[in-house]
């Protein structure tokens, strides 16, 4: 079979920071066990049904990776680049099967293997949903196959993790599970109930506490605007209140976004949500973090996170980097951005619309 014939199963969405990383994205189980959530609501997984993939399956994906790293590696050696990998071994596979440059299987495994095939990230929407068993036979094999690989990642529920018991968390971890992204969205009860998050704030926080008991390393989401005009004070308040229980390793900011088909976006054309203006945002920002006493860093690593003129250029207030700002050392640095961002006009900063250029409010 011709390398551009070869194919593993790659789900719809990471985390930019796996982005960043050109983390290897390997399908575990399939969609969101949840979309329900108002502002989602799986459309990214095209609200398709979520699926349990068996280990086999994921081991036979785990062998393709491991077939295509191994031929990348093969034409280096054959063309004297001692298993380096360049833009010329990348022409010369190219060349002899052009088909590979259309391949996103072979593209993405050249890229990860360029950037040291250190680090995975194990999709889709809720990994820990799987038992936990075979959870740590498709680990065990990857890690079997891949010896060389530093960091492992997942999406989970904070739901999953409240009801997954210490011991087997202990043993993920032990397998060799790294780092653990949960969407927290919000710690405000009244707008997890509204949202549909399918999650209490206590449940948030016992989740979290679990996690960072197992030894994960864990990024929580926050989606800033989530509550509104409306909403926001309570947001910004009770957001603090659950992440300073919880002490994450990362909060990562994203700030609300409203694709077509969420049932957010009805809200907001009945006028039923009333989505903050920029200097709104960041009085929001500045609220939370005020009120954030937490060891970990504070990241802006999502590129709907507050832009503004400034002359002909766009810049950004914050740093996008993934590893963001850390606390408490560049509170004080981060507030005062969020004071710089408040200084520049209203009507200077871009609205969200306009960042993603696209057709959506
Ligand atoms: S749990 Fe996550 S993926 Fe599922 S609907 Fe909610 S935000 Fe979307």
């Given at each position: ?25 390997l ?35 785990i062998?393709?990776?491991k ?50 095939a250190k680090?995975v ?15 740590i036979e498709a680990i065990n094999y990857l890690k079997e196959k891949f010896p060389g690989i530093t960091r492992i ?21 032990q397998a060799g599970l790294t ?183």
């Open positions: 079979m011709k390398l551009s014939e070869m194919s593993f199963e790659i789900g719809a969405i990471r985390p930019p920071s796996e982005g960043g990383s050109n983390s290897l994205l399908r575990l189980t399939r969609n969101c066990p949840w979309s329900r959530c108002r502002f989602c609501y799986g459309i990214m997984y095209g609200r398709e049904k979520f699926e349990l993939r068996s280990v086999e399956e994921i081991k036979a994906d062998d393709t990776v077939t295509i790293a191994d031929q990348i590696s093969l034409v280096s050696w054959e063309l004297g680049y001692a298993g380096e990998l360049n833009h010329q071994v990348a022409s010369a596979m190219v060349n002899r099967d052009p088909a590979l440059r259309l391949s996103e299987c072979f593209v993405m495994v050249f890229n990860w293997l360029y950037s040291g680090t990230f194990l999709q889709d929407a809720n990994s820990l949903a799987m038992p936990t068993a075979k959870l990642t997942t999406y989970a529920r904070s739901k999953t993790l409240a009801k997954k018991p210490l011991n087997k968390l202990k043993a993920l971890r780092r653990i992204h949960v969407g927290l969205e919000t710690g405000d009860d009244e707008l997890l109930r509204r949202v549909e998050k399918g999650v209490t704030s206590e449940e948030h926080i016992i989740a979290g506490k679990r996690a960072k008991e197992a030894g994960f390393e864990l990024s929580e989401y926050v989606m800033i605007d989530l509550g509104g005009r409306a909403r926001y004070r309570e947001h910004a308040e009770n957001t603090a209140r659950v992440l300073n229980e919880i002490n994450p390793d990362f909060i990562r900011l994203r700030p609300l976004r409203l694709i077509p088909g969420v049932p957010m976006l009805d809200d907001y054309e009945k006028g039923e949500l009333v989505l903050s203006s920029p200097h709104e945002r960041l009085e929001e920002l500045k609220i939370f973090v005020r009120r954030l006493n937490f060891t970990g860093r504070l990241c802006f690593d999502h590129f709907l996170n507050a832009w503004y003129r400034d002359g002909t250029r766009s810049r950004t207030l914050f740093s996008q980097d993934y590893s963001g700002y850390k606390f408490p050392e560049q509170k004080a640095e981060v507030l005062a951005l969020i004071d710089e961002g408040l200084r520049v006009d209203e009507s200077a900063h871009l609205h969200y619309k306009e960042i993603m250029g696209m057709n959506t409010i």
